[in-house]
């Protein structure tokens, strides 16, 4: 029997282990790489494979249309507007063009005069994934016959929504329709903190996001590192003083960003609703909780009177993208459907 070298085979056994777990992550990378690309088959798998590809696609595939050179532009007191013009904004699923006025909202010249139908909110309510005359906004003023601007820019939370309404004219208005999403949760907290004052980033930090975004190219191996930074987010992530408690919840700081907007809202009708993406769970609590807070709350009656739209519901999943996680077409026209019953009922056009 011939004697072998106990060190030689212990280098052979780690060459052969190292080579498996490299074989191993080539073809995760392979298998991920293919599910990005082919959503359609992504839509078959389970939720739970469905709804981690879809994390890794939002969290650092797909380009975010505010830091485009094309469709944003840097903005001193909202840290950004979309840029006057037409640009198009693509994503593995959809490719739309944009029509921004000059204010830096999607919608075109003649809706910021006197609109008296204003949707407010962020990507979700702005049409992110859908062309122009999709958006619920559009189909609303089509249902209605009334004018309807969309004055909603990706990523912004209810305080930056408020401020960009003092930049139009709102002595028409009847009907402010406003989209929260759970992301407003620390814009509104930050805007309460500094005495209901916005603080937004600077024209060098906004130029920073726009390279960083710009620098989203695809090697072989970006999928898998991260999947892995991002367990390891998910594992060590510390907010440090994000933490630290306040006096206000997240309806509060909503609330707040409203009551604290200086905007005339007594004879206005507002409706609200959460849009979180397709997890119908993720749209219920809030809506629930805020009607609760108003019914109890000592506020103004124009807060008082607002209509809590609850989609949870009304929206299944094929009213979303697969990977993007944003409503398709088909769900701007669900919540237009409601948003005109809604309108419909109280008689006022």
Not at 159 to 175: F, H, N, Q, V
Not at 231 to 255: C, Q
């Amino acid at each position: 029997m011939s004697w072998i070298d106990p060190t030689k085979k212990a280098i052979k056994v780690i060459l052969f282990n190292m080579a498996f777990i490299i074989f191993l992550l080539a073809f995760y990378e392979l298998f991920i790489f293919f599910l990005v690309h082919h959503p359609s088959i992504l839509k078959k798998c389970p939720m739970i494979i469905r709804n981690s590809i879809g994390h890794l696609y939002n969290s650092g595939i797909r380009h975010n249309i505010q830091f485009s050179p094309n469709c944003a532009q840097f903005d001193k007191n909202l840290g950004y507007i979309l840029k006057p013009g037409h640009c198009i904004h693509s994503g593995i699923e959809f490719s739309n063009s944009y029509f921004i006025n000059s204010v830096g909202v999607r919608d075109d010249e003649l809706s910021l005069d006197h609109p008296q139908i204003i949707v407010s909110g962020d990507s979700f309510a702005m049409g992110w994934g859908v062309n122009q005359e999709e958006t619920f906004a559009q189909l609303l003023e089509q249902k209605t016959g009334m004018r309807v601007l969309n004055a909603s820019v990706s990523s912004y939370g209810t305080a930056r929504e408020m401020i960009m309404l003092k930049r139009i004219p709102t002595d028409k208005l009847k009907y402010l329709i406003i989209q929260y999403c759970g992301n407003d949760y620390g814009e509104n907290k930050s805007f309460f903190l500094d005495h209901n004052v916005l603080h937004t980033m600077s024209k060098e930090k906004y130029h920073y996001y726009v390279a960083e975004d710009q620098r989203k190219k695809y090697v072989f191996g970006k999928y898998v590192l991260m999947e892995i930074e991002n367990r390891i987010k998910e594992t060590f992530n510390s907010n440090g003083d994000d933490n630290k408690p306040i006096d206000k919840d997240e309806i509060d700081l909503f609330i707040n960003a409203i009551m604290h907007s200086n905007l005339d809202l007594k004879n206005v009708q507002i409706i609200a609703f959460v849009m979180n993406g397709r997890i119908a769970g993720d749209n219920k609590e809030f809506p629930e909780a805020l009607k609760k807070k108003i019914r109890r709350g000592d506020y103004p009656f124009y807060i008082r009177k607002m209509i809590v739209m609850d989609l949870s519901n009304i929206l299944n999943d094929d009213n979303f993208y697969v990977l993007d996680d944003h409503m398709n077409k088909t769900g701007h026209a669900v919540v237009a459907d409601v948003l005109y019953k809604i309108i419909l009922e109280m008689n006022t056009f």
